[in-house]
T-cell receptor, first 115, second 114 residues
């Protein structure tokens, strides 16, 4: 089973629109990270959220960690073509699992912003 | 520092051949990770090192795969007797020790097995 479920899988919008993508799990995490990946490149870290209910802003991007630390959302305001990419959430397996230490990634949300 | 460097960027090989990829991490980072990514999927964990010690291997890492990190610096990932199902992007990342540190990824090696 996938540790992190991301939705939607694909999203195509026009420049200037707002959007929200989601990352959900049944597990509790001590922290969660969001990455953005462009075609042919490796993922690039956007943010780490640690505290339940935490909200972090990065220019037009707003990240929220759920109160119970099981889910997270990424909201983009006034999307631009430069926001196009694959948005990935990632977290380490819970310490009480036997799934190891390294980050597990969701399948990502592929965002296309057209002019 | 130039970030995480991976070589080659692209590799085309015939089925049954062996291939080796190299990763040079950020010099201050003592953790190094290998992931594999196929189209439409997020990166899947393969293995990671802390310094020269290989601390964790995924069940995805069959016995045809081997990774090394001699002297705790660069790392190599070798795939023996390649199969078409090995075609993927192989990503290397490095990080500092600590739960909340993010990973810095390289640009990956795109492997195509024909």
């Amino acid at each position: 089973t996938q540790l992190l479920e991301q939705s939607p899988q694909f999203l195509s919008i026009q420049e200037g629109e707002n959007l929200t993508v989601y990352c959900n799990s049944s597990s509790v995490f001590s922290s969660l990270q969001w990455y953005r990946q462009e075609p042919g490149e490796g993922p690039v870290l956007l943010v780490t959220v640690v505290t339940g209910g935490e909200v972090k802003k990065l220019k037009r991007l707003t990240f929220q960690f759920g109160d119970a630390r099981k889910d997270s959302s990424l909201h983009i305001t006034a999307a631009q073509p430069g926001d196009t990419g694959l948005y990935l959430c990632a977290a380490r397996p819970p310490s009480n699992s036997n799934s190891g230490y390294a980050l597990n990634f969701g399948k990502g949300t592929s965002l296309l912003v057209t002019p | 520092d130039t970030g995480v460097s991976q070589n080659p960027r692209h590799k085309i090989t015939k089925r049954g051949q062996n291939v080796t990829f190299r990763c040079d991490p950020i010099s201050e980072h003592n953790r190094l990770y290998w992931y594999r990514q196929t189209l439409g999927q997020g990166p899947e964990f393969l293995t990671y090192f802390q310094n020269e010690a290989q601390l964790e291997k995924s069940r995805l890492l069959s016995d045809r795969f081997s990774a090394e990190r001699p002297k705790g610096s660069f790392s190599t990932l070798e795939i023996q007797r390649t199969e078409q199902g090995d075609s993927a992007m192989y990503l290397c990342a490095s990080s500092l020790v600590g739960q909340n540190y993010g990973y810095t990824f390289g640009s990956g090696t795109r492997l195509t097995v024909v």
